[in-house]
């Protein structure tokens, strides 16, 4: 069964510091893996996208990392922000029949 | 400004009253899906549309209906809408299927509630 799974549920952090958010997926035949970051009320917006052959991306204080062979992929946030603060989401698509399977998020609280 | 665009934002609405979600992409994109988010869960497909007059089931298609007569609109219809439709809904749109890695576009939501 396909499935993606994230942890922690939930995270709070003090501003400054890092943090690592992991999801392990089931997703198979494997196409891409996206992260997402959703703001309260708002709608998602790609952080990172990555393929089979690529193992890290970055996107400003935002670095993710992928590991096709364990199937875990990890989003590592530096310095961290009061606007950090959000949903982080891991998307996984497979090739075969055109799946794409969201992880239910990780709750990510940042503190001053 | 690229943008998709859904209304209302906030609805409450009573069992069994037809009710219609609007979603308007502004990026030329030939893919558009809607999507549902509950607490606990991520978000699940309920229909989706490759092209103009094509579209698809998702994952949890029971109780909705949609249509795509243009390319830049894609509405959301609940002809009898029942408290278990009470979500948060995304429109999305993309230039290709996301499962070909190209970039997703989210409306900003619809916070429904049934009563």
């Known amino acids: 069964k396909n499935q993606v799974e994230q942890s922690p549920q939930s995270l709070i952090i003090l501003e400054g510091k890092n943090c690592t958010l992991q999801?392990?997926?089931?997703?198979?035949?494997?196409?891409?893996l996206r992260w997402y970051k959703q703001d309260t009320g708002r709608g998602p917006v790609s952080l990172t996208i990555?393929?089979?052959?690529?193992n890290t991306k970055s996107n400003g204080r935002y670095t993710a990392t992928l590991d096709a062979d364990t199937k875990q992929s990890s989003l590592h946030i530096t310095a961290s922000q009061l606007s950090d603060s959000a949903s982080y989401i891991c998307v996984v698509s497979a090739t075969g029949g055109f799946k794409t399977i969201f992880g239910a998020g990780t709750r990510l609280f940042v503190k001053a | 400004e690229a943008q998709v665009t859904q209304n209302p934002r906030y609805l409450i609405t009573v069992t069994g009253k037809k009710l219609t979600v609007t979603c308007s992409q502004n990026?030329?994109?030939?893919?558009m899906s809607w999507y549902r988010q509950d607490p606990g869960l991520g978000l699940r497909q309920i229909y989706y549309?490759?092209?103009?007059?094509?579209?698809d089931k998702g994952d949890v298609p029971e109780g909705y209906k949609v249509s795509r007569k243009e390319k830049r609109n894609f509405p959301l219809i609940l002809e009898s809408p029942s408290p278990n439709q009470t979500s948060l809904y995304f429109c999305?749109?993309?230039?290709?299927?996301?499962?070909?890695?190209?970039?997703?576009?989210f409306g900003q939501g619809t916070r429904l509630t049934v009563v």
């Open positions: 990555m393929t089979f052959s690529e």
């Open positions: 999801c392990n997926y089931t997703v198979s035949p494997f196409s891409n």
């Open positions: 990026m030329n994109h030939e893919y």
């Open positions: 549309s490759m092209n103009v007059e094509v579209t």
């Open positions: 999305a749109s993309s230039l290709t299927p996301v499962v070909t890695g190209t970039e997703a576009f």
